[in-house]
């Protein structure tokens, strides 16, 4: 019964873990908290050609930083797939950040141009006695 109602979907920028019985439970993993995958096989998980992989995550408890999805058939793609999703997410932040940094410093610029052309234009503040 566990199995047939535990469910994962790959997103653009998540994984959804749906599980539960009689009380279904939706955990989304935004791929960019992701730390670590590990696999495992019990002795009837290799019997039946599946496996158990842990998603580790950042998170500050044991049970909000691990998820564990079970009954994976061809667990080497999965884990591609999804650590494929982690980089992909990890480049495109640290892309938008370069940006950022590099928008920050023309902004800078442009302020200190403005001000050197005021100063040019009125002349030194002049104090008054």
């Known amino acids: 019964m566990h199995y047939l109602n535990f469910t994962y979907e790959i997103g653009d920028k998540e994984l959804i873990v749906r599980e539960g019985v009689l009380t279904r439970k939706t955990t989304v993993i935004p ?3 992701i730390q670590d995958i590990t696999s495992e096989r019990t002795l009837a998980e290799r019997m039946l050609g599946l496996a158990t992989i842990e998603i580790e995550t950042a ?3 044991k049970l ?3 998820m564990m999805i079970p009954g994976i058939a061809n667990k080497d793609a999965l884990i591609s797939e999804i650590m494929g999703m982690v980089q992909k ?5 640290g892309t938008d950040a370069e940006v950022h940094h590099v928008s920050s410093e023309k902004l800078l610029a442009e302020i200190l141009h403005e001000i050197r052309g005021l100063s040019a234009k009125f002349g030194p503040a002049q104090e008054k006695r």
């Open 31 to 33: 791929f960019g908290r």
């Open 59 to 61: 998170g500050s408890s």
């Open 64 to 66: 909000a930083s691990s």
């Open 89 to 93: 997410i990890r480049s495109t932040n």
